[in-house]
């Protein structure tokens, strides 16, 4: 059973839609929604399986992780939202009684994110550079 508190060591995963990225990098947009930036808790389970999960119905999209802990380096606050069909669930709100993540603060969690998995329609760092 994951806990309601969700701890610096865990990692987030967001999905990122295919639009958001650059040729190095992806648009703050990837995490700006006025709902909070929906996010996936790592959950002790594998990455491949985490991915996968995430990305279902979603072949075109990409994922980006970071940990918890940075979130909170960011000034922003991970909240634990398990729902019915994924136990897995959570956001990113700016504060614990703000929802919307001010642009500065979607800049730092951009900038620390890491991607894990780049959508088959964007080219590559790589590509993109030959």
């Not at 865990?10 to 929604?33: C, H, Q």
């Not at 979603?58 to 380096?73: I, K, S």
């Not at 991970?78 to 709100?93: F, G, M």
Request: aromatic share 6%; charged share 25%; glycine share 4%.
């Amino acid at each position: 059973m994951l806990s309601d508190s969700i701890l610096d060591s865990e990692w987030l995963y967001r999905a990122i839609n295919p639009m958001y990225f650059r040729e190095v990098g992806f648009s703050t947009s990837a995490f700006k929604d006025k709902k909070g930036a929906s996010v996936d808790r790592d959950g002790d389970r594998e990455e491949p399986v985490i991915i996968h999960a995430l990305l279902t119905g979603l072949p075109e999209w990409g994922a980006v992780r970071l940990l918890a802990q940075v979130c909170r380096a960011c000034d922003t606050f991970p909240i634990a939202k398990a729902e019915p069909e994924n136990r897995y669930h959570a956001d990113i709100h700016q504060s614990k009684d703000r929802v919307r993540i001010s642009n500065a603060r979607l800049k730092c969690l951009t900038d620390k994110a890491t991607l894990v998995h780049r959508p088959p329609a964007t080219p590559s760092p790589a590509a993109a550079a030959s």
